[in-house]
């Protein structure tokens, strides 16, 4: 039993590297194959948008793929062919924003709430602490404190 089991996770690992790739759509070359892969898994299918073309079943995602490939069997450096794909499609299609002067509103606003909050935060639990809480008490409150504190005391 534990045999089969065993088998069968094997198998189901096996099969999931294969993802939405076609057989059609493999290059010959292992190293071409393996850019092209490495692209693809860097490239945003804009139909399910959050998937890589390389996880997509998307007929768009097909296209992309072969794309990829067609750019690399044509002697394109992995720069070109993302700027290849980017000028086609706009800088949506990266998983992965650029750091650039443009996507620079995209990159800070995340440390630039977290800086903003510590502040608050910060600023908050400093003027609390500076505060007193409560009312003083009355003459006859402290009368009657200090008679039940000596009472206490006996």
Do not use: H
Not at 35 to 62: G, P, T, W, Y
Not at 82 to 91: H, K, Q
Not at 105 to 113: E, S
């Amino acid at each position: 039993m534990m045999r089969r089991l065993a088998l069968f996770i094997i198998l189901i690992l096996s099969a999931m590297p294969a993802l939405a790739v076609n057989p059609d759509e493999v290059m010959k070359d292992p190293a071409l194959e393996a850019r092209a892969r490495a692209l693809s898994a860097q490239l945003r299918c804009m139909v399910c948008q959050n998937q890589s073309i390389d996880d997509s079943n998307a007929e768009l995602a097909k296209d992309l793929r072969v794309l990829v490939r067609e750019r690399i069997a044509d002697g394109d450096s992995d720069d070109e062919v993302i700027a290849y794909v980017v000028s086609r499609y706009g800088e949506f299609v990266l998983l992965k924003p650029r750091f650039e002067t443009k996507t620079l509103l995209l990159w800070g606003t995340p440390a630039a709430l977290l800086l903003i909050g510590a502040g608050v935060m910060f600023f908050a639990a400093r003027r609390k602490r500076g505060k007193v809480t409560g009312t003083s008490l009355s003459a006859d409150e402290k009368a009657r404190l200090d008679a039940l504190l000596k009472e206490d005391v006996r």
